[in-house]
């Protein structure tokens, strides 16, 4: 039973198109983020929301925008794709400390 | 300007064996700390965490240790298991941060037979 679920694994788009992602959790937690995992495999947080209420945007740009339709769901929609948008999307839960992470969604930006 | 700091890429140790994985800070506001392991095409799996309050947190193989005065953690597995052969992230929080992590960039560790 998938705790944090993303959808699609894999992604492969042109440069200038628009894509969503979306990510489900079944853990009840009140809180989700999505993270990027660049080409030089760091992680970094774009967004956080809480209860649907978006609590952190980490300087992302306006192409990025998550949305939130209950609080076991945030998706991710980006507009007019780069290439320097390639990367790897990891969506995760949590209720207090520990983050549960999805399989993460590998976009490739061609 | 990195936060936190896994200085080794990559570690190498015997099956059998204790791996010792390392992790410095510079924010001194963290004061909640996690190790994350990944394998290739998953997502990072909760491996074990600690509070600033600790210094020191078990559970079976795993241990961490918190040195606050170093602003350094690691990460102690032993024995160490081939299945152990993944990239472990540390990673750190803080109220102010509203709970986002600050990821390392991870180790490669190898687990040799």
């Known amino acids: 039973d998938t705790a944090v679920s993303q959808t699609p694994k894999y992604l492969v788009t042109q440069m200038g198109n628009d894509k969503s992602i979306k990510c489900e959790q079944n853990?009840?937690?009140?809180?989700m983020y999505w993270y990027k995992q660049d080409s030089k495999k760091f992680l970094k947080i774009m967004f956080s929301?809480?209860?649907?209420?978006?609590?952190i945007n980490e300087t992302v740009p306006n192409r990025f925008s998550p949305k939130s339709p209950d609080k076991a769901h945030l998706n991710l929609h980006i507009n007019s794709l780069e290439l320097g948008d390639s990367a790897v999307y990891f969506c995760a839960s949590s209720q207090y400390n520990e983050q549960f992470f999805g399989p993460g969604t590998r976009l490739t930006v061609l | 300007d990195q936060q936190v700091k896994q200085n080794s890429p990559s570690l190498s140790v015997q099956e059998g064996r204790i791996s010792i994985l390392n992790c410095d800070y510079t924010n001194s506001m963290f004061d909640y700390f996690l190790w994350y392991k990944k394998y290739p095409a998953e997502g990072p799996t909760f491996l074990i965490s600690i509070s600033s309050i600790k210094d020191k947190n078990e559970d079976g193989r795993f241990t961490v240790f918190l040195n606050k005065s170093a602003k350094h953690l690691s990460l102690h597995i032993v024995p160490s298991q081939p299945g152990d052969s993944a990239v472990y992230f540390c990673a750190a929080s803080s109220i102010q941060g509203a709970q986002k992590l600050v990821f390392g960039q991870g180790t490669r560790l190898t687990i040799n037979p």
């Open positions: 929301y809480n209860n649907k209420e978006l609590i």
């Open positions: 853990l009840g937690h009140d809180t």
